[in-house]
């Protein structure tokens, strides 16, 4: 039986991986790199080393992650200072529910804790969430399953009686590995394809994700 639900934050409950995908480009351009939108998404939920990783096999061993990812922060905070950030459609829908229905939830996030709770306080959907998990609290990021284990626990809550919401292959791929029953809920792209083995459902939006747990009670 399923009794908690694990999210991740950017492309599922907030609309912000356009934006991630914007300004990491804009930095590493800003930086001398000819990072385009591709390169971006292929890095969506990916823990530091993994990134970096893939980031240096792109543009060099001398690809300098910190200054350029330091730069996206800084200009990506500031657009959020002035234009805000937006919730997807139906996250507020889904999480009132779950509340509802007592179901436990917690964030997945590669974002630090402090400003993922800025993001969602500023959507008005922090107080929804029972834990909030950051890839740094884990010793290996998404695609590796820490943080999903980890979040299980903090639920107090084996993985398998938890499902899972993303929207990236690397998401998928941790969640699967931590034993979640995952749902793809598709943002940017839909690698559904590639994933279907490890993919318990696809969902067409966030509303869809109360039908998939309505049939399971």
């Keep these: 039986?399923?009794?908690?639900?694990?999210?991740?934050?950017?492309?599922?409950?907030?609309?912000?991986?356009?934006?991630?995908?914007?300004?990491?480009?804009?930095?590493?351009?800003?930086?001398?790199?000819?990072?385009?939108?591709?390169?971006?998404?292929?890095?969506?939920?990916?823990?530091?080393?993994?990134?970096?990783?893939?980031?240096?096999?792109?543009f060099g061993?001398?690809?300098?992650?910190?200054?350029?990812?330091?730069?996206?922060?800084?200009?990506?905070?500031?657009?959020?200072?002035?234009?805000?950030?937006?919730?997807?459609?139906g996250a507020e829908t889904l999480l009132i529910w779950l509340k509802e229905h007592d179901f436990r939830v917690a964030l997945a996030t590669a974002t630090p804790v402090e400003r993922a709770e800025k993001y969602l306080e500023r959507v008005g959907l922090l107080g929804y969430f029972d834990a909030i998990c950051s890839a740094r609290q884990v010793k290996r990021g998404k695609p590796e399953p820490d943080i999903y284990l980890y979040a299980a626990?903090?639920?107090?809550?084996?993985?398998?009686?938890?499902?899972?919401?993303?929207?990236s292959q690397n998401g998928?791929?941790?969640?699967?590995?931590?034993?979640?029953?995952?749902?793809?809920?598709?943002?940017?792209?839909n690698p559904e394809n590639e994933l279907e083995p490890m993919l318990y459902r696809t969902a067409k939006n966030l509303e869809n994700i109360i039908d998939i747990l309505s049939e399971t009670t």
């Design 172 to 189: 998928v791929r941790s969640a699967y590995a931590a034993g979640c029953k995952t749902v793809l809920v598709p943002d940017l792209d």
């Design 61 to 89: 061993e001398g690809f300098d992650y910190d200054k350029v990812r330091n730069k996206r922060v800084e200009i990506m905070d500031e657009y959020v200072s002035r234009h805000g950030i937006d919730a997807k459609s």
């Design 153 to 167: 626990e903090k639920l107090s809550l084996n993985p398998e009686e938890c499902l899972a919401l993303e929207d």
């Design 1 to 58: 039986m399923i009794k908690g639900v694990i999210s991740d934050m950017d492309g599922v409950i907030l609309d912000s991986e356009k934006l991630y995908v914007r300004f990491w480009c804009e930095a590493a351009n800003f930086c001398g790199y000819p990072m385009k939108a591709e390169h971006a998404l292929g890095i969506r939920s990916l823990g530091r080393p993994f990134a970096i990783e893939k980031l240096r096999g792109w």
